[in-house]
């Protein structure tokens, strides 16, 4: 947590004072320093406003030592609007002291300074200036991170995202929008750690779950933890055992560590539960063709062009599931002994694979009529099968696209 996440959103919090009377010496000095720190900056006297803080903060540091008065609402309070001003004087004043005494250890101190005291105040003698400083953070920061998503700067957003975050938690309440919101701009701007945090807690909380799972467990496959991701889904499917994201995220996983019956039990699940779904049967039928299971692989990639005559992907993997196929054959016939009885019989299968593939390839150019990849296959395709004519007729469509 970096220091700048809080100084530029507080600037909003200046104007709030509490003018109480005050209890003990050096919480009385501490909270009249604080008052002529604020006049000073008001008037855009930074030095004089320089001077103040620091004299306040040597009070407050002093009150807060003292057994009598550390444990005091009135000291956690102006320990808290001391330690917070202190680096927002800084970046005003661009004052290298100042910035140095701001060390995130002092901002946190603040924070935490100031929940306690909203805690504490059982008479409220604080807790609606408090209050009304983190409300005020809160709407600007969120304002500011938006604006700063938008321009695609997903660092700084996520940062003053964070600010909302816990400020809010000053006063009790949790920010889901900007949890979740900071999890996305941290997400962007790859820092994945930090959206993996952000993501599981918008998840624990119910923030637009399962989907917050699903990019929880994203964020760890992004840090190369697989195997903690495919746990994570694991845990979330428990709560959600019928999403189909988290299935899918599931074989995802599975199919990346190359653990593919995982992601056929998987996928067969998903389909039992959403039959009309054509990009599960894609997925299987891929599953299918690594794992070497030809009639299956065929039977999923056809059910998905049922689905969708027009479903691009499953019917060029047809095709070139049928390529390959014949391809393996031709290999193997071609590493038969001279006067094998298998060989010829292997060899057509194979030249009648090829052809099974021609009429799927062709529709896939259909589908898209500039892919030169499936226009050379289909040359040679065409002269594997001894049709010199549509062999040429690709050949020629390459070339015009390449001129």
């Known amino acids: 947590m970096k220091i700048v996440k809080y100084s530029v959103a507080l600037i909003a919090a200046v104007g709030l004072t509490t003018g109480a009377v005050a209890q003990k010496k050096n919480e009385t000095n501490a909270a009249m320093d604080y008052q002529s720190y604020e006049k000073a900056l008001m008037s855009q006297n930074l030095e004089s406003a320089k001077k103040s803080i620091l004299s306040a903060k040597e009070w407050i540091d002093q009150a807060a030592e003292n057994p009598e008065t550390k444990e005091s609402v009135k000291t956690l309070y102006y320990k808290?609007?001391?330690?917070?001003?202190i680096p927002m004087l800084g970046m005003m004043a661009n004052d290298d002291e100042l910035k140095a005494l701001a060390t995130e250890e002092l901002v946190k101190d603040g924070i935490g300074a100031l929940k306690k005291s909203y805690e504490l105040d059982?008479?409220?003698?604080?807790?609606?200036?408090?209050k009304m400083m983190a409300?005020?953070?809160?709407?600007?920061?969120?304002r500011e991170g938006v604006k700063k998503f938008q321009e695609e700067d997903y660092a700084q957003a996520s940062e003053l995202f964070e600010t909302s975050v816990v400020m809010l938690d000053v006063i009790g309440q949790t920010d889901s929008l900007a949890i979740y919101n900071l999890a996305l701009a941290a997400d962007r701007s790859k820092n994945y750690e930090k959206?993996?945090?952000?993501?599981?807690?918008?998840?624990?909380?119910g923030y637009n779950v399962p989907v917050s799972f699903t990019l929880a467990s994203n964020a760890l496959r992004e840090l190369g933890k697989d195997d903690e991701a495919l746990e994570y889904v694991k845990k979330a499917r428990l709560k959600y055992p019928n999403d189909?994201?988290?299935?899918?995220q599931m074989v995802n996983i599975a199919l990346s560590s190359g653990d593919n019956q995982v992601a056929e039990a998987s996928l067969n699940d998903?389909?039992?539960?959403d039959p009309n779904n054509k990009q599960l049967y894609f997925a299987v039928g891929t599953v299918y063709d690594q794992l070497g299971k030809k009639e299956e692989a065929v039977a999923a990639f056809e059910?998905?062009?049922?689905l969708d005559p027009g479903y691009e992907d499953a019917v060029y993997s047809l095709g070139a599931h049928y390529v390959n196929l014949a391809a393996a054959q031709?290999?193997?016939a071609s590493k038969m002994k001279l006067g094998d009885p298998n060989y010829e019989s292997l060899k057509q299968t194979s030249e009648d694979n090829y052809k099974k593939a021609i009429p799927y390839l062709e529709r896939s150019l259909e589908l898209n009529d500039q892919n030169v990849e499936v226009m050379n296959t289909l040359f040679q395709l065409y002269r594997k099968i001894g049709d010199s004519a549509k062999a040429l007729e690709y050949k020629k469509r390459m070339d015009e696209i390449k001129k």
């Open 80 to 85: 808290g609007k001391i330690y917070i001003g």
């Open 122 to 130: 059982t008479k409220a003698r604080y807790r609606d200036e408090i």
């Open 135 to 142: 409300v005020m953070v809160r709407e600007q920061s969120i």
């Open 195 to 205: 959206a993996f945090e952000y993501y599981d807690k918008a998840a624990q909380i």
């Open 244 to 248: 189909q994201d988290l299935i899918i």
């Open 270 to 273: 998903a389909i039992a539960k």
């Open 303 to 306: 059910k998905a062009i049922q």
């Open 330 to 332: 031709f290999e193997e």
